[in-house]
Nanobody, 127 residues
Framework: QVQLVESGGGLVQAGGSLRLSCAAS????????MGWFRQAPGKEREFVAA????????YYADSVKGRFTLSRDNAKNTGYLQMNSLKPEDTAVYYC????????????????????WGQGTPVTVSS
């Protein structure tokens, strides 16, 4: 089992920045690919960004490319989502997820492939 706890969400004005963290415990974090998803009220959960277990590969949704940066520190068992130039349409609950993989460079972008999920942290961007 892997436990994931997100933090760092909050209220920010449009154009501002937030950094979300995802702290993992329970298993060797470096064996897991990680992703971030978000769900706005009344909408389905959507992919935001993913990072390989090594941290060497990342992949972003078109809607956040160039504004969000995903990184990880395996020594600290933590992943980070730096969100810049935030827009009101980024308002959602943000979830991190983890998937065990033997492939050090694989990134995973689909919800159903992830095995473990955090409880989410809300982000509200005011206009």
């Amino acid at each position: 089992q892997v436990q994931l706890v997100e933090s760092g969400g909050g209220l920010v004005q449009a154009g501002g920045s937030l950094r979300l963290s995802c702290a993992a415990s329970g298993r060797t974090f470096s064996n897991y690919a990680m992703g971030w998803f978000r769900q706005a009220p009344g909408k389905e959960r959507e992919f935001v960004a993913a990072i390989s277990r090594s941290g060497g590969n990342t992949y972003y949704a078109d809607s956040v490319k160039g504004r969000f940066t995903l990184s990880r520190d395996n020594a600290k068992n933590t992943g980070y989502l730096q969100m810049n130039s935030l827009k009101p349409e980024d308002t959602a609950v943000y979830y991190c997820a983890a998937k065990w993989t033997g492939n050090a460079i694989a990134v995973v972008s689909t919800t159903r492939e992830y095995d473990y999920w955090g409880q989410g942290t809300p982000v509200t961007v005011s206009s």
